[in-house]
């Protein structure tokens, strides 16, 4: 009697657990449709080669795609001789040149303003923020070295990794146009000596435990890059802007076809689940 009512108990246990997994996987809710991520998203509308992204950091890396939105907690990685354009909704435009990664860290709107943060692990990103007078716009970028604060500018950041001991890390801040805010910053994000404004044609560096450089000149292999790169780039930006209404329909539906694709697979893992509790019932005599 006693061996039968553990068995029995067992069994129930076993049905239980299954039955709880089950309804786990077919009442979630969407993540689309509970998101309580920040209205602000970035939309690919170009794309060279080679990129990846990672839409979380708990979910697989994958190849980027046109209209591919991309919000808070987002990654970008491009290859060798690969590029990527990037436009936020507020109208903000960036370019990851080739072996650049970067994560969105913050992309958040309020009632009157927006807040934009990247940071740049390595390689080199050419920027393009929008000068609102109706929003207040909050642009930064930061490096492991670094970290800027952008006033309606056009603007490249440079990071470069050297392996070595001890490590050389260094950032190149070169403003085409607007100023730009630099600051030094210590692993633990500390100030390490003074800010430095850099404006129009100028530029600055921050090699890692030391203060930002005095602006000077921009050098000539990023005149040259602007020459080759920027002013071709500044006349996209001004196409984006001008068709952000079918930018944001781009993104819509690719929102929409992913929240299906989800919403599919969802109900595949139910009936999995159910078919699966079935069988338990008929393996251990249940009805």
Sequence with gaps: MKKSMQRDFVKFTVLFT???????????????????????YGVITKITKDVAVQL????????????????EG?????????????????????????????????AKQEESSIELLFSLICGRILNNVL??????????MKTPVSVMGVRGTIF???????????????????????????????????????EVLADKNQQTSVTIGKPALKPHPIEERLMAYYEKVVRRFNQR???YRKNMDKIRKQRMEWMEKEKRKYEDKMRQDKQKQ??????????????
């Design 156 to 194: 490249i950041v440079e990071h470069v990794k050297e392996d070595g001991a001890p490590r050389q890390e260094k950032s190149d801040v070169a403003v085409f146009d607007g100023k730009v805010a630099v600051q030094s910053i210590t692993r633990e994000e500390e100030p390490i000596g003074s």
């Design 56 to 71: 979380g950091v708990d979910l697989d890396w994958g190849p980027a795609k046109k209209g591919m939105a991309l919000e």
């Design 274 to 287: 159910e078919d699966k509790f079935e069988k338990l019932k008929e393996k251990h005599g249940f009805k």
């Design 237 to 239: 930006v001004e196409n």
């Design 131 to 140: 000068t609102s007078t109706d929003t207040k716009i909050k642009y930064q």
């Design 18 to 40: 299954t039955l709880v997994v089950a309804f786990v996987v077919a009442f979630v809710t969407p993540i689309f449709a509970q998101s309580t991520s920040s209205d602000i």
């Design 74 to 106: 987002a990654r970008v990685a491009t290859g060798s001789d690969s590029a990527v354009e990037i436009v936020f909704e507020d109208g903000s435009v960036l370019r990851a040149e080739s072996d650049t990664t970067f994560s969105i860290e913050k």
